[in-house]
């Protein structure tokens, strides 16, 4: 079955440093990926998505390509700042079916000043 | 849009008490899924509903589990009896078929059962 593999968090950072959080995934067909953000207190929010090989997704500083080769969606952010301090989770759908999705366990950030 | 609506937002209760959570989808949503989060197994789609029909409800954990979704706006998550290990945050969340499968997520109900 369809998996989705992030890596283990909490990933602790100072603010402007480079993040990368890994997220791999095992699927059966050609998923759209994503990444959502649950900030303290909330539910999870769309970050950004790709629907296909190549794509990249962006928004508010952070970006992912679709990696079909690597079968990966790497979602990073140039400079982080505290307020980017939120549990992320990446994600794989199948765009047209019953718009159900595939979560990671998801990685929490923490930055710090 | 008001987005997802979800009530309530606590709910503290006793071992083996009834609970019922509500939610309200966003409208013109045909899909609404109901999942939990907890600390140990992360987030769990519990079911899911497409146009008020329940599709897949494997997630459930057991019988004491039950969800309805009599109209288009609105579903309930119902757990009787309660128990302690119940106690997580559940979310409701919903889409539309005709969108690429972008789920919006309601502020959730954390649950306290003593």
């Known amino acids: 079955g369809d998996s989705v593999t992030q890596m283990e968090g909490p990933v602790t950072l100072s603010e402007e440093a480079f993040l990368t959080i890994n997220c791999t995934y095992t699927a059966t067909g050609y998923p759209s990926l994503f990444w959502y953000v649950q900030y303290p207190g909330e539910g999870l929010q769309l970050l950004l998505k790709a629907t296909k090989a190549d794509d990249k997704g962006s928004n508010k500083g952070f970006e992912a390509t679709y990696r079909k080769e690597t079968t990966s969606f790497h979602l990073e952010k140039g400079s982080v700042q505290v307020s980017d301090s939120a549990v992320y989770f990446c994600a794989l759908s199948y765009t047209g079916t019953a718009s159900k999705l595939t979560f990671g366990t998801g990685t929490r950030l923490q930055v710090t000043l | 849009d008001a987005g997802v609506i979800q009530s309530p937002r606590h709910e503290v209760t006793e071992m083996g008490q009834e609970v019922t959570l509500r939610c309200k989808p966003i409208?013109?949503?045909?899909?609404l899924f109901w999942y939990r989060q907890t600390m140990m197994r992360g987030l769990e789609l519990l079911i899911y509903?497409?146009?008020?029909?329940?599709?897949?409800d494997s997630g459930m954990p057991e019988d004491r589990f039950s969800a309805k979704m009599p109209n288009a706006s609105f579903s309930t998550l119902k757990i009787q009896p309660s128990e302690p290990r119940d106690s997580a945050v559940y979310f409701c969340?919903?889409?539309?078929?005709?969108?690429?499968?972008?789920?919006?997520f309601g502020p959730g109900t954390r649950l306290t059962v003593l």
């Open positions: 969340a919903s889409s539309h078929s005709g969108g690429e499968n972008e789920q919006f």
């Open positions: 509903f497409n146009n008020n029909v329940p599709i897949d």
């Open positions: 409208s013109g949503h045909d899909y």
